[in-house]
T-cell receptor
Framework: EAGVVQSPRYKIIEKKQPVAFWCNPISGHNTLYWYLQNLGQGPELLIRYENEEAVDDSQLPKDRFSAERLKGVDSTLKIQPAELGDSAVYLC??????????FGPGTRLTVL | EDQVTQSPEALRLQEGESSSLNCSYTVSGLRGLFWYRQDPGKGPEFLFTLYSAGEEKEKERLKATLTKKESFLHITAPKPEDSATYLCAVQSTSGTYKYIFGTGTRLKVLA
């Protein structure tokens, strides 16, 4: 069974440029999460979807970050404009309802 | 406020030298405690879920235990391939069931 797929794996951009990350969850998983992980830290939740609905986006910086999960399957996380402090690993995870979360390989973003 | 603290931050072991990693937590109501392994450049890999005090889970050289305040990940006779960062997370019964992660323990097993 395929795991959580994320792309791209690496992205380098100049500050103020836009960037987007894509995630395809495990087949059948209705809940999808986006996390941010800084070096030496644990993942921190940005947004959680149940099907198409964002049920927890309290930690998402809405002035520059946006996310969507059309059709309740794959999802896109966007940053516009990117800042130097956004450099981190962006992880996507999925689960069946509120069960165990399974993570993708992450996208490492570097903002110059 | 829900909180997770892991110790030690880093641990170096000789191959075969058993040890334990600690995860202390405070949560209003525990829905589950999760252990993950993370290799450099990869996402966290699920290891165990524990739900109630007294519960234990084993997988190869790893054994996870849970009390009302903390969890231990015991590593018996570790091998170099066990080198990784081990993350602990708790899920509360309140709110939106999000995971609260600790900062992890970086384990290095020397041959």
């Amino acid at each position: 069974e395929a795991g959580v797929v994320q792309s791209p794996r690496y992205k380098i951009i100049e500050k103020k440029q836009p960037v987007a990350f894509w995630c395809n969850p495990i087949s059948g998983h209705n809940t999808l999460y986006w996390y941010l992980q800084n070096l030496g830290q644990g993942p921190e939740l940005l947004i959680r979807y149940e099907n198409e609905e964002a049920v927890d986006d309290s930690q998402l910086p809405k002035d520059r970050f946006s996310a969507e999960r059309l059709k309740g399957v794959d999802s896109t996380l966007k940053i516009q404009p990117a800042e130097l402090g956004d450099s981190a690993v962006y992880l996507c995870a999925s689960s069946l309802s509120s069960g165990t979360q399974y993570f993708g390989p992450g996208t490492r973003l570097t903002v110059l | 406020e829900d909180q997770v603290t892991q110790s030690p931050e880093a641990l170096r072991l000789q191959e075969g030298e058993s040890s334990s990693l600690n995860c202390s937590y405070t949560v209003s109501g525990l829905r589950g405690l999760f252990w993950y392994r993370q290799d450099p450049g990869k996402g966290p890999e699920f290891l165990f879920t524990l739900y109630s005090a007294g519960e234990e889970k084993e997988k190869e050289r790893l054994k996870a235990t849970l009390t009302k305040k903390e969890s231990f990940l015991h590593i018996t006779a570790p091998k170099p391939e066990d080198s990784a960062t081990y993350l602990c997370a708790v899920q509360s019964t309140s709110g939106t069931y999000k995971y609260i992660f600790g900062t992890g323990t970086r384990l290095k097993v020397l041959a």
